[in-house]
Nanobody
Framework: QVQLVESGGGLVQAGDSLRLSCAAS????????MGWFRQAPGKEREFVAA????????YYADSVKGRFTISRVNAKNTVYLQMNSLKPEDTAVYYC?????????????????WGQGTQVTVSS
């Protein structure tokens, strides 16, 4: 069992930056691939970024490539999402997710554990 708690969301202006954190508790965080997803009102949950258990591999949605960076510090049981050059269309609830795998899942159903989400609002 893994518990995930996101933090770092807030209200910012277009062009600003935010860093989201996801703290994991439970066993063997370093065995888990981690992902970030987001969900805007009335829309389906969409993939944002994923990082392999070692941190050696990452993958991004085209909509955030070049602006967002996913990273992890296994010694701190934490995964981060650095978001730069934020746009109003990035407004959503952001969720982190975990799955015990050496692959790099990109779909919500591929993840076993989810956090409660943190709201990010970008004003124009």
């Amino acid at each position: 069992q893994v518990q995930l708690v996101e933090s770092g969301g807030g209200l910012v202006q277009a062009g600003d930056s935010l860093r989201l954190s996801c703290a994991a508790s439970g066993r063997a965080f370093s065995n888990y691939a981690m992902g970030w997803f987001r969900q805007a009102p009335g829309k389906e949950r969409e993939f944002v970024a994923a990082i392999s258990w070692s941190g050696g591999n990452t993958y991004y949605a085209d909509s955030v490539k070049g602006r967002f960076t996913i990273s992890r510090v296994n010694a701190k049981n934490t995964v981060y999402l650095q978001m730069n050059s934020l746009k109003p269309e990035d407004t959503a609830v952001y969720y982190c997710a975990a799955r015990q795998t050496n692959l790099l899942p990109k779909r919500p159903y591929e993840y076993s554990y989810w956090g409660q989400g943190t709201q990010v609002t970008v004003s124009s």
